[in-house]
């Protein structure tokens, strides 16, 4: 859905795990999930601080 | 020979000849015929009406005390018992514009008049009032007070007198949102290839579906370093307490709720459901951090890479919601994040 968020004018955006689960996998062990949880929030974090001028999409680190 | 209409003008202090914005606070009062700016409107009436009284409000006034400038300036209207009343035009004032439109939409709504304002496209007003009121496009600056003024009163006219009104672009206002079906000479295909044909010689086409545009929004800097800054999660993918408080709709919502994390290191999945009808739901009523990621934020606030994690999530279902709920919603939301100190936000779409 990154396209959408750019058009729409978000400014930071963060591509995620899935519509049904942006920020989790059910196939993934628990552990393994929250780690894949960590990261993307972690990379919205990385995104906050860093300056844009328009829509920017982070790809996944 | 139609009968004259009575008139209603609405004007702010400076167009009324009260003063400048040392009386941008005067209340709202009444004074009978045209005055000032509305003498414009009485002059493009011609024999067609009369302007039989003139209310005017301070800039400040209207738009502090927004509720009670709004239903004084009603009942001064209602008391000239109008057939029309027309509102500016406010051209780039923002503060009038705000105002012209409140007031055509309380007096259509309330007194069942028919109300017509004119404002520069960037007021605004526009964006707050186009689509319940006849906003007619004018300059930004008071340089043409006599043809603008006529082309309000030929709007207003044919809506006082119940004539059928014709397109934006050929009457000059601003596009309400409104589709209504007409029949034309030649078929969709035909109209389309035409258009493409002229997009394809370099020549000016209109499309019969125009796209909504986005404003573009300034992307802000955070000022503060993370370690020491205030981090809010909000969410559009439908996350509520159980029992869904809040009534948030399944789709086309226009509520949110504000749901306090007080406490908490993680959420359980008992305590929540899901209203959203745009995605399957099941993986995040399994587990709510799927959606709203309770559990690493604490740990990062624990750990210090977050200053804190601000205790209430707002949430709400981002499915076929219309722009304007969600820029309102938005528009709440981050006032709210505002006043309670938040300095980002993490907002987690499905």
Redo the contacts between chains.
């Keep these: 859905m990154t396209p959408v968020a750019v058009m729409v004018g978000a400014n930071r955006i963060v591509p995620a795990a899935g519509i049904i689960h942006p920020l989790g996998n059910a196939e993934l062990s628990p552990d393994d999930e929250k780690a894949l949880r960590r990261r993307i929030v972690e990379q919205a974090l990385q995104a906050l601080r860093t300056e844009v001028a328009k829509p920017t999409v982070f790809s996944s680190a | 020979m139609p009968e004259r209409l009575r008139v209603v003008c609405y004007v702010n202090q400076f167009f009324g000849q009260i003063g400048g914005e040392e009386k941008a606070g005067v209340e709202p009062l009444s004074r009978d015929g045209a005055v000032g700016a509305a003498r414009a409107v009485q002059q493009a009436l011609g024999d067609a009406g009369t302007v039989v009284a003139t209310v005017i409000c301070g800039d400040n006034y209207a738009a502090e005390q927004s509720d009670r400038a709004l239903a004084a300036m009603v009942a001064l209207v209602a008391a000239a018992k109008p057939d029309l009343v027309v509102a500016g035009p406010a051209f780039l004032a923002g503060r009038y514009g705000v105002a012209c439109g409140a007031l055509c939409a309380a007096v259509q709504a309330q007194l069942t008049v028919p109300a017509v304002t004119g404002m520069h496209a960037e007021n605004p007003g526009v964006d707050l009032y186009r689509r319940s009121v006849y906003i007619v496009q004018t300059g930004a600056e008071a340089t043409r007070m006599l043809p603008e003024a006529q082309r309000l009163v030929a709007l207003g006219l044919k809506l006082a007198r119940g004539e059928k009104i014709g397109a934006p672009a050929a009457e000059g206002y601003f596009a309400r949102g409104v589709t209504r079906n007409v029949v034309t000479e030649t078929t969709a295909a035909e109209r389309a290839t035409a258009m493409l044909l002229d997009k394809l010689a370099g020549r000016p086409f209109a499309s019969e579906v125009p796209r909504p545009s986005?404003?573009?929004?300034p992307?802000p800097?955070?000022v503060k370093?993370?370690e020491g800054?205030t981090?809010a999660l909000v969410t559009d993918?439908g996350l509520v307490p159980k029992g869904n408080p809040d009534g948030i709709e399944a789709l086309n919502a226009t509520r949110y709720g504000a749901y306090s994390i007080e406490g908490k290191d993680a959420l359980d999945a008992a305590q929540y459901e899901n209203p959203h009808r745009g995605?399957?739901?099941?993986?995040?009523k399994?587990?709510p951090?799927?959606?709203?990621?309770v559990?690493?934020?604490r740990?990062?606030e624990q750990r210090g890479?977050?200053g804190k994690l601000h205790e209430t999530v707002y949430s709400t279902v981002g499915v076929a919601t219309t722009l304007a709920q969600s820029a309102r919603m938005g528009a709440e939301i981050a006032e709210k994040l505002r006043a309670a100190g938040v300095d980002?936000v993490?907002l987690?779409?499905?």
């Design positions: 986005f404003a573009s929004v992307a800097r955070l370093t993370l800054a981090i993918g995605y399957d739901t099941t993986w995040v399994q587990d951090h799927r959606l709203v990621p559990d690493v934020a740990e990062l890479a977050i980002a993490i987690t779409s499905t």
